[in-house]
């Protein structure tokens, strides 16, 4: 990988790291929002009196995707992150508002794909390299 491909993978890891784990944590918390008002009205229906315990869970995840991110399961954990970031974003748009937020959402899912495909690129680099190195070295 050159130096600028592994500079944005890095980036990008570290920021979807310290986002889904500062947002995750914070769903136990409340220091940066209240996230129960961002549930659309048809999750708050169907989870009934339980949907400040799904904001629980939906912490739980994101801390456990930010720890795939910077882990080596960086591409799942990248997939799975774009996969939540629509999720929210469809959410966000089903509550009639917080469309910017739902805009920024769906930009965040792209990058989070982009980095998905960004380590599938490293490791098809770093695997194709290893094979061709012990060739030379025989």
Not at 92 to 98: D, E, K, N, P, S
Request: hydrophobic share 55%.
């Amino acid at each position: 990988m050159s130096d600028k491909m592994t500079t944005a993978w890095w980036s990008l890891r570290i920021a979807f790291f310290l986002g889904f784990l500062l947002a995750g944590l914070d769903k136990f918390f409340h220091r940066l929002a209240n996230w129960d008002q961002y549930l659309s009205p048809m999750a708050q229906r169907a989870m009934g009196s339980h949907s400040h315990q799904f904001m629980w869970a939906a912490g739980a995840l994101e801390v456990i995707i930010a720890l795939l991110v910077i882990t080596s399961w960086t591409r799942p954990g990248a997939y799975l992150a774009s996969l939540w970031l629509l999720l929210n974003a469809i959410n966000l748009v089903a509550t009639g508002q917080y469309f910017d937020i739902a805009l920024r959402d769906i930009g965040l899912c792209l990058a989070a794909f982009g980095l998905a495909k960004l380590t599938e690129a490293f490791d098809a680099e770093v695997l194709h390299v290893v094979p061709m190195e012990i060739r030379r070295a025989a």
